[in-house]
Structures are given as C-alpha cells and as structure tokens.
C-alpha cells in the first residue's frame, strides 16, 4: 500500500522535523537491525530523509512540498511518502500513532 501525507508543521528547522519522525519510527520498530537512514541534502532532487524497516518505508522531499502546496494552494510544509510492506500494516499503524 502506498500513500502521501501532507501536513504544516510548527518544527523550526528540517532537523528538527527529521529527529521527531525517526524517534517516532524507533519506537515502532521491533528489530532495529533492520532500521535503515539515508539522508541527502540540498540537490536536484532536494533535501530528503528516507527510512524503512522490514514493514514500511517513508520518504520526505522538500522541494517536491514546495511545488504541491503551490499546484493545490495548500498550506502545508511538510510531506511523507510511505510504502506498507506486506504484513506490515501494525507497525505503521504504530509509527502513525506515535506520530500523532
């Protein structure tokens, strides 16, 4: 299952926003040998986090918010870019859940 979450948020700085989603992601995770970070900063593809487990994977873009809050006329600042693996609807329940 794939799906997108825009949000506003009142974080002050992108590493800010970064360190509460992987805290929250943490917690979710049962076997952090498994949990794995990517993080790339500004470029043509923009500044992004990307972090799975063995049951989801999200990604952030900030350039990609930019231009969606723009087409829609949205006020957000923020987006997730999730993929749910096979049997691994709980523990994103629980990622949203801490999120929330």
Known sequence: MDLSYSFYTDFQTREEIDEFLLAQARKAV???AYF???R???SEEGDTLDFSCKSF???TNLSF???TAKE???DVNFCLWISVYPSGGARFIQFIGNYL
């Open 30 to 32: 049962e076997d952090h």
């Open 36 to 38: 794995k970070i990517s």
């Open 40 to 42: 790339q900063g500004e």
């Open 57 to 59: 994977w999200v990604s």
């Open 65 to 67: 918010v930019t231009d």
């Open 72 to 74: 829609f006329d949205l």
